[in-house]
């Protein structure tokens, strides 16, 4: 197996390995080639890709990098083609490191809590366990409940422009949870089923959720966030049962969402709000 960096004309064999992951280096801004590898077969064949991307942060002095990782069925059981991809990304975040002195560089990923060879893997490559990352989900056969919201602020649709996706951007980048580039937000926007529903106080974004299917069945409700002057005045719970009657016109089943377990008032909202515990995730990181 050999580990190279990504051409422009692998595309076509990556969109038959994983067409997110082909999406995601052809469209997300965020994804550079370089930043990007493959590992071939010994007939030159792809066996699994792996990319970073960059995540918005706070703090000007880190730089934390998201790796994603796609191997081929035929490769999967047995993890050698993730761990080549793991190799070869773990290295490329140490030259980052060295050429910006100053500035901390991190890289995380996920596994699910019962994949033990998979986080085991994580390990030996020099990832530590950071923390647990609750999945929980939401029946939507029950019926909703709605709630009253301060007269001034309004809850709509975002519609996608250049000023309020920057609005956007900034009320998510207030919340410090997990704020979203606007490559992030563009490129989820070329998802039919993405919708992101705003609220809104005086023409600015103080609140937002965002929805978009996974399976036939089961939908996400993400990134939802009230920025602090408005917290506790029912504005978050009506945006979820704003996505909820939403996601039951698509005639999902469930909805679910993933909350850092350290988050001890998100998880009170969500857990009252009707959410329960689906499974959870382990967020892993190398430094």
């Known amino acids: 197996m050999l580990l190279r960096n990504y051409d422009v004309s692998d595309l076509s064999a990556i969109e038959a390995l994983n067409m997110y992951c082909a999406l995601s280096i052809r469209f997300h801004r965020d994804v550079r080639p370089e930043n990007v590898l493959c590992a071939v077969d010994e007939k030159g064949e792809i066996a699994g890709v792996g990319y970073l991307k960059p995540n918005e942060t706070q703090a000007e002095s880190e730089c934390l990098f998201e790796l994603s990782t796609f191997v081929d069925d035929a490769y999967a059981r047995d993890l050698a083609v993730e761990g080549i991809l793991l190799d070869g990304l773990t290295h490329r975040i140490d030259e980052i490191g060295n050429t910006t002195p100053g500035k901390r560089v991190r890289l995380r990923s996920f596994c699910e809590s019962d994949d033990i060879g998979r986080i085991q893997l994580f390990m030996e490559k020099g990832f530590h366990l950071h923390s647990v990352i609750p999945v929980l989900r939401y029946d939507l056969q029950k019926e909703t409940t709605h709630y009253r919201i301060p007269d001034d602020v309004k809850i709509r649709e975002l519609s996608f422009t250049n000023d309020e996706v920057a609005k956007y951007v900034n009320a998510d980048r207030m919340t ?112």
């Open 176 to 287: 410090g949870e997990n704020p979203q580039s606007k490559a992030e937000i563009w490129f989820k926007s070329g998802d039919p089923s993405f919708k992101c529903f705003i609220a809104t106080c005086d023409s600015e974004v103080v609140g937002a959720i965002s929805v978009w299917d996974i399976t036939d069945e089961r939908a996400a409700t993400e990134n939802i966030f009230v920025i602090e002057p408005y917290r506790r005045k029912g504005i978050a719970r009506e945006l979820m049962a704003t996505a909820f009657d939403e996601l039951r016109r698509r005639g999902k089943k469930t909805a679910t969402l993933s909350v850092r377990g350290t988050n001890v008032p998100a998880l009170r909202l969500y857990l009252s709000s009707g959410y329960s515990l689906y499974y959870n995730l382990i967020e892993l990181v190398y430094e």
